[in-house]
């Protein structure tokens, strides 16, 4: 079984720079450019790929953007005020920033350009292939599901000859579960808006990419999820501290 890596701290982004929190970093190597991936908090993340940066759902709430790079290109998986935030997308925004974003999220902000499930494209060496997120079983006390499908998107971002997938608000959905060859997956673990250690773990052995990061996830479900994973011995668990 390979071993559980709960990383250290990469590098940091120092508080003198940044006059906030220090940021848990760890990159992922390839022989076309090694991603350095920060974690800025809930479900936003910086990939950092040659001259190229690029936001996952960022949030003002997490940090002061204005101190961070400037956006390459920024994604956003659904219209929810944690992953769509206009504040944030004005910070990290310039003339330069390709914005992009599923279609009801577009409807919030009005601009950028929509991205519908299914749909693949390759733009400035970046491929993107796009996957709906949704709720499978999880239900508000309106017993409608937090997020139905065709409101939000999963992300396969081709960076060289790494493929990593960014799940959103999502549960395994079939999707997902059939996805192949994927190097590195972010998939979310938050009741009741997502899944469960048991629903991350049942995608994680139908697709098994080579590296499974938690992201927007309850601190209290990971010895679950710890435990379940050493089932899945081909799949690396990586955890960030902070």
Known sequence: ?????????????????????????DTLKASSGDVAITFIGHGSLLL???????????SSRQADLYKLPKADMLFVTHHHNDHCDPAALKALSNSGTKTFMSEIAH???HQGMVLY??????????????????????????????????????????????RIFIGGDTENTPEMKALKNIDAAF???????????????????AFK?????????????????????????????RIRKN
């Open 1 to 25: 079984m390979k071993t559980l890596l709960f990383f250290t701290i990469s590098y940091l982004i120092s508080l003198s720079s940044l006059g906030q929190k220090i940021f848990g970093k």
């Open 48 to 58: 950092q790929w040659g001259e190229q940066s690029i936001y996952i759902d960022p």
């Open 107 to 109: 409807e919030k902000w």
């Open 117 to 162: 499930p299914e749909q693949q494209l390759s733009i400035d060496g970046v491929g993107i292939t796009v996957l709906p997120a949704y709720n499978l079983i999880h239900k508000n006390e309106e017993g409608e599901l937090y997020h139905k499908e065709g409101q939000g998107n999963s992300y396969i971002l081709t960076l060289g000859d790494l």
């Open 187 to 205: 998939l979310p673990m938050k009741l009741p808006y997502t899944m469960n250690p048991a629903m991350v773990v049942d995608a994680v052995k």
């Open 209 to 237: 990419p080579k590296v499974l990061y938690p992201y927007h996830y309850d601190r209290k479900l990971l010895p679950e999820l710890t435990e379940l994973m050493k089932n899945v011995p081909e799949v690396e668990l």
